[in-house]
């Protein structure tokens, strides 16, 4: 069983930065994707960002493009989402994921996911 472990959420002020981890661990790393996902309160989770294990490519959501990056350490079972010029609308609490199998809902949608982290909180404040 998969399980997906992130660190390195917390307080920050409007236009400072953070590094999110995910370790992963009884995975073969070898998934069809790793995601990160986002809820603010009140809201629907939403997407961040993506990356796939075949053809390496990333995906980011357009509010974040100019800002976050996804990137990932097979040898480290590990991800990392850094976020650089956070804003108050940043605010939620970020999810990682792992689909273990291509889906036609692409690495986009929190559907073609089936493993998730607990959570962590991130505050950016004003």
């Known amino acids: 069983q998969v399980q997906l472990v992130e660190s390195g959420g917390g307080l920050v002020q409007a236009g400072g930065s953070l590094r999110l981890s995910c370790a992963a661990s009884g995975s073969t790393f070898s998934a069809y994707a790793m995601g990160w996902f986002r809820q603010a309160p009140g809201k629907e989770r939403e997407f961040v960002a993506a990356?796939?294990?075949?053809?390496?490519?990333?995906y980011l959501a357009d509010s974040v493009k100019d800002r976050f990056t996804m990137s990932r350490d097979n040898t480290k079972s590990t991800v990392w989402l850094q976020m650089n010029s956070l804003k108050p609308e940043d605010t939620a609490v970020y999810y990682c994921?792992?689909?273990?199998?291509?889906?036609?809902?692409?690495?986009?949608?929190?559907?073609?996911?089936?493993?998730w982290g607990q959570g962590i909180r991130v505050t950016v404040s004003s």
């Open positions: 990356t796939t294990w075949i053809g390496g490519r990333t």
């Open positions: 994921a792992e689909a273990s199998i291509y889906k036609t809902s692409g690495p986009t949608t929190p559907q073609t996911y089936d493993s």
